[in-house]
């Protein structure tokens, strides 16, 4: 059975850094396509960055690109998103999602309809 545990969420002030982590077990997450979700009070939930299987490309949302970064390591079977410089805006639930049955497309790694697992999510609040 697949499970995703997300960690490392918190309240930092704007400028600060977090790295969220997914612990994955029941599959080998190197296989299949990951991505990070977020959903912030009253808004629907939109994707943040997305990997290919092999963590060969990546692709991340306007909002978060050369501010975030998602890896990795397939020796640990745990995805991570690096977050620096945060902005109030990126207050949110975040989720990692993983796509256990095929390869997602480059195009659609932000798309959650995509993805089949998730984890149970990580509070990040960001004070100005």
């Known amino acids: 059975q697949v499970q995703l545990v997300d960690s490392g969420g918190g309240s930092v002030q704007a400028g600060g850094s977090l790295r969220l982590s997914c612990a994955a077990s029941?599959?080998?997450?190197?296989?299949?396509?990951m991505g990070w979700f977020r959903q912030a009070p009253g808004k629907e939930r939109e994707g943040v960055a997305g990997i290919d299987t092999d963590g060969s490309s990546t692709r991340y949302a306007d909002s978060v690109k050369g501010r975030f970064t998602i890896s990795q390591d397939n020796a640990k079977n745990t995805l991570y998103l690096q977050m620096n410089n945060l902005k109030p805006e990126d207050t949110a639930m975040y989720y990692c999602a993983a796509n256990t049955r095929y390869r997602v497309s480059w195009y659609r790694l932000l798309i959650q309809g995509q993805y089949d697992s998730w984890g149970q999510g990580t509070q990040v609040t960001v004070s100005s």
């Open positions: 029941g599959y080998t997450l190197s296989r299949y396509s």
